[in-house]
């Protein structure tokens, strides 16, 4: 399971990295509104309730949100190792 929670991070990592190339125009990349697509699947279902906040505030939601499942699933590999299932 810990495998799990480290992947699970990595890809958020790696897809932060993206967002913040992609939004930045670094290393001569074009910036445009596609630069947080992975950030996306990763924020699921928690970046669907983003709709009420203001403008300035959506991208950084929108990237913070894959924290929210990273969390739970590490409280429940947690639970599960105390448990002895994995």
């Known amino acids: 399971m810990r495998s799990l929670v480290r992947g699970f991070g ?3 990592l790696a897809a932060l990295a993206l967002f913040v190339i ?3 125009g670094l290393f001569g990349s074009p910036s445009g509104p596609l630069a947080g697509v992975f950030l996306v699947p990763l924020g699921l279902p928690w970046n669907l309730m983003l709709a009420g906040l203001p ?3 959506l ?3 929108g990237a913070l949100a894959p924290g929210i ?3 739970i699933v590490k409280w429940l590999a947690d639970r599960l190792a105390k ?3 994995a």
């Open 55 to 57: 403008e300035q505030l």
């Open 59 to 61: 991208p950084w939601a």
């Open 22 to 24: 992609g939004r930045l």
């Open 83 to 85: 448990r002895g299932g």
């Open 69 to 71: 499942n990273l969390a």
């Open 10 to 12: 990595l890809l958020w």
